[in-house]
């Protein structure tokens, strides 16, 4: 298992045990872990992002701190937090992520999830100009999460 899993899920785990909600001290995670806390950074801002559903709230100084919150909402709830952070366009990458943390709170079934995956693959858009397939996959990602409010 590579430093970036370690890391990211040793802080899932702290979530878990602390109802969602995480408060870390970056040198010392590293200490702990025994990683650079470039590394800590790094997991932090690729991984617990609000498109996976987490706020992430820190403080510097010798006191200083990093936050993590588990956002903890409705099925509806959730995929609407989703559709707000999408923004004009998305890339495969991202919408991947997106259907992943969707999958693992049980938000998606494995089918639906499938499917969804299908749509947002670059195979999906290879017909369209490369400048306006993010835009599009976007659009098309965003009315298949609305569509699924409705069920």
Request: hydrophobic fraction near 40%; charged fraction near 25%.
């Amino acid at each position: 298992m590579r430093m970036s899993d370690l890391v990211a899920q040793y802080i899932k785990d702290i979530l878990e045990r602390q109802d969602g909600e995480a408060e870390i001290k970056r040198n010392e995670l590293a200490t702990t872990l025994g990683c650079v806390p470039s590394q800590i950074n790094y997991v932090i801002t690729s991984r617990f992002t609000p498109e996976q559903g987490y706020i992430v709230e820190s403080r510097r100084g010798g006191g200083g701190y990093i936050r993590i919150t588990r956002i903890n909402t409705t099925r509806s709830g959730t995929i609407m937090h989703i559709v707000n952070a999408i923004g004009s366009t998305l890339d495969k990458a991202t919408a991947e992520v997106m259907l992943d943390n969707m999958l693992s709170r049980q938000v998606l079934d494995p089918a639906t999830a499938k499917l969804m995956a299908a749509a947002m693959g670059e195979r999906t858009y290879l017909s369209v100009p490369q400048q306006y397939r993010d835009s599009l996959r976007a659009s098309v990602f965003k009315n298949m999460l609305l569509t699924l409010l409705d069920t």
